[in-house]
């Protein structure tokens, strides 16, 4: 049986806490795309090449040449994302079952929001809870590289594709592919001159994990309902293996809270209140020259 955090009158499963975790790296479309950095706390200061060194064949006797390399330097910032649910504190008084049945609810919906966030933040810099944008300098959405969407999805992909294996002469890879739920669907729905679907194997669309080979993720994040300001995005396409750098940098335990204003909202005590808090500290770089955005035309264009 699983041991459990003890807290002032609730017993908070251990598998409960990990559900956390867990569930950052499967509802994430940044974590399904690209995996998670180990990190230490605090800013990484990290290096990448922007013209890698190229080897020579040296004759015997010859003199040998500078490999030309170039680099700069960037920093992944920490950036702490919480979640806090007020119930009332009747659920005290219920029986072990329900208590863990509500516990597990707010647990998978707190983890649903932090992975949200990362997604949120890491492409359009916004905070989940309001909708607007911070003020933060390095996000994905950031990039020069767009194309306008059409009646083609694939098409659309290509182009965007195109963006980033030509970018910088070498250009870079294309591993990865976020699609709204919207976009997916039409591209599922594309029809040869025949009326024959294109790509049958994506059934409606909304659950492709892989399109042309290229590992998929469809998420309401790309488009998110949350912006105030609606960012536009159709897709993301581009190089989410070494372009999205991202890592958890603290896990703190999920913790109820019985007394004080954690919220804003008055005194729990005072209220009858109790509130449930989950928190993580993510950081993350994204080199924006490696990935390309599908949007809709701007008004007026």
Known sequence: MA??????????????????????????????????????????????????????????????????????NFKAVPRKSQVTVRVTDEVDWAD???????LGTLVDAGANALARALDLGLFYRLNPLTGSETDWTNYLNATTNRVTATASPSDDI???????????????????????????????????????????ELGLGVNATSFNGINTAVSSTVNPPEAAVKPGVNAIVGDF?????????????????????????????????????????????VDVDRFAVIENAKPGK
Do not use: C
């Open 158 to 200: 290509e182009k965007a594709a195109q963006l980033v294996l030509t970018k910088n002469d070498e250009g870079y890879d294309v591993n990865g592919l976020a699609f709204s739920k919207q976009f997916a669907n039409s591209l599922a729905n594309e029809k040869d001159k025949q009326g024959r679907r294109l790509y049958p």
């Open 241 to 285: 293996v070494n372009g999205a750098y991202w890592g958890i940098q603290r896990s703190l335990p999920v913790t109820v809270l019985r007394s004080g204003d954690p919220d804003g909202l008055g005194d729990l005590a005072r209220k009858n209140h109790l509130a449930l808090r989950m928190e993580v500290v993510y950081a993350w770089y």
């Open 3 to 72: 041991e459990a955090i003890k807290t002032d009158r609730f017993d908070l499963p251990d598998h409960l806490v990990g559900e956390i975790l867990k569930q950052v790296t499967s509802d994430s479309a940044v974590a399904r795309l690209s995996a998670k950095k180990p990190m230490k706390f605090g800013n990484q200061h990290l290096i990448s090449f922007t013209q890698a060194p190229r080897a020579e064949f040296v004759g015997e006797g010859d003199n040998k040449s500078a490999s030309g390399a170039e680099f700069k």
């Open 96 to 102: 072990e079952d329900y208590q863990l049945q509500i």
